[in-house]
């Protein structure tokens, strides 16, 4: 099968359970980005499905295309320098691609949400907490101002602000950090979506408060039984939190399989660059980390993108043609020809002894 043909057809092994359709089908997926290289594609031929009630990582390195990714499903890119110029997004049984602006704005934080890196940045100042969180309700569920702010109160106890009804009168700069992730969070609940997708939440907070916050997505998730797309670069919160992952580099998916058999037996070498770079249960065992860095849009290596940074790269193989995308086991994907080669080599010093990643 060339790349063409690929690209035509959504990738076979990651295919949802037969007769049910996914919440959300990414098919192909490409973002272009105008840029000092030109007009150049950021991310590209990126496919993923989502299921009801599940939770899918996002993860990868710096400059991979993951935020870039969130945003285009969101139909949030920047436009200029951004565009979608290929590919489909298929959320509830529709293409969100081919809707009008207006038509994706009730489905934009009505029945797909999104919560932002950035806690601090995110709010409006200049309004009460309440305010900001109503305002959002009514205008995607309509209501009363009495019935938004009632809703407002709801969610803020839902997501564990203490004495909800009177903070949601206090202004976001009285709020810490981690209780103004809590106060977008509840934002984005508010209207009930089937699918929350959460962008770094915890990027700007402190160890502490990361862990609560995923502790209360993770209940969140559970008590309203949404789907979440979550974004990370951090493959521990990965193993805790997500059913499925999604590994991209360089603006491609490179790997997608369960979250369990990824961490046992990773297919792709960037995976397994990503799990080498985790810290050991050996004390005094030095990390290792992946040689050079993530190409920038507009200077993609020819052939694999990960094969200058590849220990495992054969010249005339890996840096030839482009790679698709393809099965890699039951359930899996990965874009690397040498899949079943780097299988059998690899067999004898497995990433994960005795239930613990080494």
């Keep these: 099968m060339s790349a063409d043909d690929a690209r035509t057809t959504p990738p076979t092994a990651d295919s949802v359970t037969?007769?049910?359709?996914?919440?959300?089908?990414?098919?192909?997926?490409?973002?272009?980005?105008?840029?000092?290289y030109g007009v150049v594609p950021v991310v590209e031929d990126v496919s993923f499905h989502v299921e009801p009630g599940e939770i899918v990582?996002?993860?990868?390195?710096?400059?991979?295309?993951?935020?870039?990714?969130?945003?285009?499903?969101?139909?949030l890119i920047p436009s200029?320098?951004?565009?979608?110029?290929?590919?489909?997004?298929?959320?509830?049984?529709?293409?969100?691609?081919?809707l009008t602006e207006h038509e994706?704005?009730?489905?934009?934080?009505?029945?797909?949400?999104?919560?932002?890196?950035?806690?601090?940045?995110?709010?409006?100042?200049?309004?009460?907490?309440?305010?900001?969180?109503?305002?959002?309700?009514?205008?995607?569920?309509?209501?009363?101002?009495?019935?938004?702010?009632?809703?407002a109160v709801e969610v803020l106890d839902l997501v564990g602000i203490p004495g909800a009804r009177a903070r949601a009168g206090d202004y976001p700069h009285?709020?810490?950090?981690?209780?103004r992730q809590r106060v977008m969070i509840a934002m984005a609940l508010s209207c009930g979506p089937s699918l929350l997708i959460a962008d770094e939440p915890t990027t700007a907070l402190?160890?502490?408060?990361?862990?609560q916050v995923l502790?209360?997505?993770?209940?969140?998730?559970?008590?309203?039984?949404?789907?979440?797309?979550?974004?990370?670069?951090d493959l521990g919160v990965v193993s805790e939190m997500c059913d499925r992952v999604v590994v991209m580099y360089a603006g491609q998916v490179v790997e997608s399989a369960p979250t369990r058999e990824l961490f046992d037996d990773p297919a792709h070498p960037y995976t397994h660059g990503l799990l080498d770079c985790l810290p050991s249960e050996h004390i005094g065992?030095?990390?290792?980390?992946?040689?050079?860095?993530?190409?920038?849009?507009?200077?993609?290596?020819?052939?694999?993108?990960?094969?200058?940074?590849?220990?495992?790269?054969?010249?005339?193989?890996?840096?030839?043609?482009a790679v698709v995308l393809g099965p890699a086991g039951p359930g899996r994907l990965a874009r690397c020809v040498r899949i079943g080669e780097l299988v059998r080599e690899e067999a004898a010093s497995p990433l994960v002894t005795d239930g613990a990643v080494r």
């Excluded at 009285?174 to 209780?179: H, I, L, N, R, V």
């Excluded at 040689?291 to 094969?307: D, I, L, T, W």
Aim: glycine share 10%; proline share 8%; charged share 25%.
């Design 285 to 321: 065992e030095r990390l290792r980390p992946i040689p050079g860095f993530v190409p920038p849009a507009g200077q993609m290596p020819a052939g694999c993108r990960f094969h200058p940074r590849c220990p495992h790269a054969q010249p005339g193989r890996c840096d030839t043609d």
């Design 18 to 36: 037969v007769g049910r359709s996914p919440l959300l089908s990414v098919e192909h997926l490409e973002v272009r980005f105008a840029t000092e």
């Design 80 to 98: 200029p320098p951004g565009r979608i110029t290929a590919g489909r997004i298929v959320f509830e049984g529709r293409d969100l691609l081919t």
């Design 174 to 179: 009285t709020f810490s950090g981690g209780m």
């Design 57 to 75: 990582g996002l993860v990868g390195e710096s400059g991979c295309g993951k935020s870039v990714t969130s945003l285009a499903i969101m139909r």
């Design 104 to 151: 994706m704005q009730s489905v934009r934080g009505d029945r797909m949400a999104m919560v932002f890196q950035e806690p601090m940045t995110s709010l409006d100042p200049a309004f009460k907490v309440g305010e900001q969180i109503a305002s959002t309700y009514r205008r995607h569920c309509g209501g009363t101002k009495r019935a938004a702010w009632e809703r």
């Design 215 to 233: 502790d209360l997505l993770r209940d969140l998730q559970s008590r309203l039984g949404m789907a979440v797309v979550f974004v990370t670069h």
């Design 206 to 211: 402190d160890v502490t408060i990361q862990a």
